[in-house]
């Protein structure tokens, strides 16, 4: 998830509303909420602003479409950078 509007390009962390963001997608996905993650823009402002427009967060919905139920998911590159710009990405495989 990013907002390329709101880019500081001398943060090297995150914004408040970017992480409260990325921990809330984090958090649903790993405890299997997909439906927390389809209705992303519950989680209020911090959904507005650190998904401005969809177009770079529906990917993250045809992965969890295409998940099975049994799937181990973990986490890869977990951060928030430059402000508004999440790298947090998820790994997929079969269950161990």
Same mark, same amino acid.
């Given at each position: /998830?990013?907002?390329?509007?709101? =880019?500081?390009?001398? /943060?090297?962390?995150?914004?408040?509303?970017?992480?409260?963001?990325?921990?809330? =997608?984090?958090?649903?996905?790993?405890?299997?909420?997909?439906?927390? %993650? %389809? #209705?992303?823009?519950?989680?209020?402002?911090?959904?507005?602003?650190? %998904?401005?427009?969809?177009?770079?967060?529906?990917?993250?919905?045809?992965?969890?479409?295409?998940?099975?139920?049994?799937?181990? =998911? #973990?986490?890869?590159?977990?951060?928030? %950078?430059?402000? #508004?710009?999440?790298?947090? #990405?998820?790994?997929?495989?079969?269950?161990?």
């Amino acid at each position: /998830m990013h907002n390329l509007r709101r =880019i500081n390009w001398s /943060m090297e962390s995150g914004y408040d509303w970017a992480n409260e963001f990325d921990h809330y =997608i984090k958090d649903s996905v790993l405890e299997k909420e997909f439906e927390n %993650v %389809v #209705s992303f823009k519950k989680a209020g402002d911090s959904a507005k602003l650190a %998904v401005p427009t969809p177009d770079h967060f529906y990917p993250l919905l045809y992965v969890l479409g295409a998940a099975d139920k049994d799937d181990h =998911i #973990s986490v890869y590159n977990d951060e928030c %950078v430059m402000g #508004s710009m999440s790298m947090t #990405s998820y790994l997929f495989s079969e269950k161990r």
